[in-house]
Protein backbone atom coordinates (compact mmCIF):
# COMPACT_ATOMS: atom_id res chain seq x y z
CA UNK A 1 0.00 0.00 0.00
CA UNK A 2 1.38 3.48 -1.12
CA UNK A 3 0.53 6.79 0.53
CA UNK A 4 1.75 10.03 -1.40
CA UNK A 5 0.91 13.15 1.12
CA UNK A 6 1.06 16.35 -0.37
CA UNK A 7 2.09 19.81 1.63
CA UNK A 8 3.45 22.87 0.38
CA UNK A 9 6.36 23.82 2.23
CA UNK A 10 8.91 22.07 3.13
CA UNK A 11 8.48 18.32 4.65
CA UNK A 12 11.57 17.97 6.33
CA UNK A 13 10.87 21.18 8.96
CA UNK A 14 6.91 20.12 9.24
CA UNK A 15 7.46 18.10 12.59
CA UNK A 16 3.19 16.93 12.14
CA UNK A 17 4.09 15.49 8.27
CA UNK A 18 6.96 13.43 9.63
CA UNK A 19 5.74 12.23 12.37
CA UNK A 20 2.62 10.85 10.30
CA UNK A 21 5.26 9.88 7.19
CA UNK A 22 7.56 7.79 9.47
CA UNK A 23 4.67 6.47 11.99
CA UNK A 24 3.25 4.78 8.10
CA UNK A 25 6.25 3.97 7.28
CA UNK A 26 7.26 1.59 10.22
CA UNK A 27 3.81 0.28 10.00
CA UNK A 28 4.64 -0.96 6.78
CA UNK A 29 3.03 1.45 4.19
CA UNK A 30 5.38 2.93 1.46
CA UNK A 31 5.52 6.49 1.84
CA UNK A 32 5.83 9.29 -0.71
CA UNK A 33 5.62 13.17 -0.18
CA UNK A 34 5.57 15.84 -2.50
CA UNK A 35 6.47 19.11 -1.00
CA UNK A 36 7.41 23.05 -2.46
CA UNK A 37 10.72 24.06 -1.39
CA UNK A 38 11.52 28.15 -1.87
CA UNK A 39 15.88 27.24 -2.24
CA UNK A 40 17.71 24.23 -4.42
CA UNK A 41 20.06 22.96 -2.37
CA UNK A 42 19.99 19.72 -3.15
CA UNK A 43 18.17 16.44 -5.54
CA UNK A 44 14.84 17.22 -6.76
CA UNK A 45 14.02 13.69 -5.02
CA UNK A 46 15.65 12.29 -2.10
CA UNK A 47 14.47 9.32 0.29
CA UNK A 48 14.89 10.69 4.20
CA UNK A 49 13.64 8.09 6.88
CA UNK A 50 12.66 5.22 4.45
CA UNK A 51 10.65 8.10 2.76
CA UNK A 52 10.30 9.17 -0.81
CA UNK A 53 10.38 13.14 -1.03
CA UNK A 54 9.92 14.78 -4.09
CA UNK A 55 10.32 18.57 -4.56
CA UNK A 56 9.01 21.34 -6.00
CA UNK A 57 11.27 24.04 -6.47
CA UNK A 58 9.76 27.69 -6.50
CA UNK A 59 11.92 30.26 -5.35
CA UNK A 60 9.62 32.78 -4.77
CA UNK A 61 7.00 30.35 -3.01
CA UNK A 62 7.80 31.96 0.83
CA UNK A 63 7.86 35.63 -0.49
CA UNK A 64 4.58 37.86 -0.62
CA UNK A 65 3.07 38.99 -3.41
CA UNK A 66 2.24 42.60 -4.02
CA UNK A 67 0.61 41.49 -7.40
CA UNK A 68 -2.50 38.94 -6.43
CA UNK A 69 -2.62 37.58 -9.80
CA UNK A 70 1.08 37.04 -9.89
CA UNK A 71 0.22 34.93 -6.52
CA UNK A 72 -2.25 32.92 -8.87
CA UNK A 73 -0.13 32.45 -11.30
CA UNK A 74 2.46 30.76 -8.41
CA UNK A 75 -0.92 28.81 -6.96
CA UNK A 76 -1.69 27.46 -10.53
CA UNK A 77 1.43 26.47 -11.25
CA UNK A 78 1.40 24.87 -7.96
CA UNK A 79 -1.05 22.95 -8.52
CA UNK A 80 0.00 21.51 -12.04
CA UNK A 81 3.39 20.53 -10.93
CA UNK A 82 2.17 18.45 -7.30
CA UNK A 83 -0.73 16.84 -9.03
CA UNK A 84 1.71 15.65 -12.22
CA UNK A 85 4.18 14.80 -9.29
CA UNK A 86 1.24 13.14 -7.24
CA UNK A 87 -0.20 10.91 -10.44
CA UNK A 88 3.20 9.89 -11.09
CA UNK A 89 4.01 8.41 -7.75
CA UNK A 90 1.32 5.33 -8.38
CA UNK A 91 -0.24 6.31 -4.85
CA UNK A 92 -2.85 4.19 -3.85
CA UNK A 93 -4.02 6.86 -1.10
CA UNK A 94 -3.66 10.70 -1.58
CA UNK A 95 -3.36 12.79 1.61
CA UNK A 96 -3.54 16.34 1.57
CA UNK A 97 -2.08 18.19 4.72
CA UNK A 98 -2.39 21.21 6.47
CA UNK A 99 -4.62 23.78 5.02
CA UNK A 100 -7.14 24.24 1.65
CA UNK A 101 -3.92 24.92 -0.60
CA UNK A 102 -2.68 21.33 -0.86
CA UNK A 103 -6.35 20.17 -1.68
CA UNK A 104 -6.91 20.82 -4.87
CA UNK A 105 -4.03 18.75 -6.27
CA UNK A 106 -4.66 16.16 -4.19
CA UNK A 107 -8.29 16.25 -5.73
CA UNK A 108 -7.30 16.00 -9.16
CA UNK A 109 -5.01 13.46 -8.86
CA UNK A 110 -7.69 11.65 -6.92
CA UNK A 111 -10.09 11.96 -9.60
CA UNK A 112 -7.97 11.23 -12.30
CA UNK A 113 -6.70 8.07 -11.07
CA UNK A 114 -9.95 7.33 -8.99
CA UNK A 115 -7.29 6.69 -5.68
CA UNK A 116 -9.17 7.68 -2.41
CA UNK A 117 -8.23 11.27 -0.99
CA UNK A 118 -7.99 11.59 2.87
CA UNK A 119 -7.57 15.81 3.76
CA UNK A 120 -5.55 16.12 7.01
CA UNK A 121 -6.78 19.45 8.45
CA UNK A 122 -3.65 21.24 10.76
CA UNK A 123 -6.20 24.41 10.54
CA UNK A 124 -9.42 25.14 9.82
CA UNK A 125 -10.13 25.64 6.09
CA UNK A 126 -10.24 28.90 5.12
CA UNK A 127 -10.71 30.88 8.72
CA UNK A 128 -8.03 33.32 7.41
CA UNK A 129 -10.13 37.16 8.18
CA UNK A 130 -7.99 38.43 5.36
CA UNK A 131 -10.39 36.12 3.23
CA UNK A 132 -13.71 37.93 4.94
CA UNK A 133 -12.82 41.18 2.52
CA UNK A 134 -13.51 38.90 -0.67
CA UNK A 135 -16.95 37.89 -0.28
CA UNK A 136 -17.50 36.64 -3.73
CA UNK A 137 -14.06 34.54 -3.60
CA UNK A 138 -14.66 33.78 0.10
CA UNK A 139 -17.98 31.59 -1.37
CA UNK A 140 -16.33 30.40 -4.11
CA UNK A 141 -13.35 28.51 -2.07
CA UNK A 142 -15.84 27.83 0.52
CA UNK A 143 -18.13 26.08 -2.61
CA UNK A 144 -14.88 24.69 -4.10
CA UNK A 145 -13.88 23.25 -0.22
CA UNK A 146 -17.32 21.66 -0.31
CA UNK A 147 -16.83 19.61 -3.41
CA UNK A 148 -13.47 18.13 -2.42
CA UNK A 149 -14.37 17.26 1.09
CA UNK A 150 -17.10 15.26 -0.12
CA UNK A 151 -15.07 13.15 -2.47
CA UNK A 152 -12.41 12.72 1.28
CA UNK A 153 -12.91 8.79 2.80
CA UNK A 154 -11.82 10.33 5.41
CA UNK A 155 -10.90 14.00 7.13
CA UNK A 156 -8.29 14.09 10.56
CA UNK A 157 -8.62 16.82 12.47
CA UNK A 158 -7.03 17.99 15.78
CA UNK A 159 -9.71 17.99 17.98
CA UNK A 160 -13.77 17.18 17.88
CA UNK A 161 -15.21 20.58 18.12
CA UNK A 162 -13.19 21.09 14.37
CA UNK A 163 -13.96 17.75 13.56
CA UNK A 164 -17.90 19.21 14.29
CA UNK A 165 -17.35 22.10 12.04
CA UNK A 166 -16.72 19.72 9.19
CA UNK A 167 -19.41 18.05 9.55
CA UNK A 168 -22.12 20.96 10.06
CA UNK A 169 -20.25 22.22 7.05
CA UNK A 170 -20.68 19.24 5.03
CA UNK A 171 -22.50 15.99 5.30
CA UNK A 172 -19.97 13.37 6.42
CA UNK A 173 -20.40 10.63 7.91
CA UNK A 174 -18.85 10.86 12.03
CA UNK A 175 -16.91 7.49 13.82
CA UNK A 176 -18.44 6.64 17.12
Known amino acids: MHICMHVLAN ?8 REATALTAAGYQVSVVDVVSARHGPAQ ?25 FLFKMLYVISAAM ?5 SRANIYHAHSDFRELPACYL ?11 DAHELPLSDPGLDRWSLLKRLANGL ?32
Open 11 to 18: ARDDVRVM
Open 109 to 119: ASLLTRKPLVF
Open 46 to 70: ETIQGILMRHIYLESWSTPSRIKIG
Open 145 to 176: LKIMLRHCIAIITVSPPWSMSYTNAIPVPVPP
Open 84 to 88: LLLIR
